[in-house]
């Protein structure tokens, strides 16, 4: 091998190196961030109120989760942006393995992200998303459940000239707007698995059962 190349392959090593560094670093304050100021305690968590703030859907517009709860309950998953690979792959995980069993149980499933609707349309279009996919510019209701995280850039991503991220979160609220379950982690490599949200929208479910009228909690429905 010429001196070149050899040149050639120890910057092109190191480059990667240095690479592999700042991504460790960057990991490192993220996950600081995350850890850090008694968050935890500060996010949403069961038994708190859906907020009735507007989201705007990428192809319906404007849309009212009060106005979604009033047919069933509300699945809200938050993913970053249109972009991001793991939250790629947690939409197609969704698609196929949340949404049809949604549908059966009533429910509906919102993905929110802080991009701008122009660009998210991207992500729905790419994994033939057949759920709400809704944009949350102003992140107004990521900060309501506190589940947002300053992320310097990301405005150039979103569209928005904002740098607030969510951090991987999936809410589920009942048809009275009481959120009933609750789960964020620190980035996609740990989402929430399907099976969870469907096991907390069967409990409701199974509630909304047991108050209705023609029930009768000891001997099951009346006749």
């Known amino acids: 091998m010429h001196l070149d190349e050899v040149e050639r392959t120890m910057t092109t090593n190191l480059r990667d190196a240095g690479r592999l560094v700042q991504h460790r670093l960057d990991d490192q304050a993220f996950r600081l961030q995350f850890e850090s100021n008694a968050i935890w305690n500060r996010m949403v968590t069961a038994g708190d109120r859906l907020p009735d703030l507007p989201l705007v859907e990428v192809d319906l517009g404007p849309i009212h989760l009060n106005r979604l709860r009033d047919t069933g309950p509300v699945v809200l998953a938050f993913f970053r942006h249109a972009a991001s690979a793991p939250c790629d792959a947690a939409l ?5 393995c949340l949404a049809p069993a949604l549908t059966e149980l009533d429910a509906h499933l919102v993905a929110v992200s802080p991009q701008v ?6 992500v ?36 928005t000239g904002r740098s607030v991220l969510p951090f991987a979160a999936v809410v589920v ?20 698995e399907p099976h969870r949200i469907l096991a907390a929208v069967r409990e409701i479910n199974r509630q909304s059962r047991l108050r209705s009228p023609g029930h009768d909690a000891d001997r099951g429905p009346r006749p």
């Open 92 to 96: 197609r995980d969704y698609r196929d």
């Open 117 to 122: 609707p122009a660009r998210l349309e991207a």
């Open 124 to 159: 729905k279009r790419r994994q033939d998303l057949d759920f709400f996919v809704a944009s949350d510019a102003r992140h107004t209701l990521i900060d309501a459940f506190n589940i947002g995280f300053d992320s310097p850039g990301a405005g150039s991503v979103l569209g």
């Open 173 to 192: 609220a009942d048809r009275a707007g009481v959120v009933r379950f609750a789960e964020v982690h620190a980035d996609w490599s740990t989402r929430t």
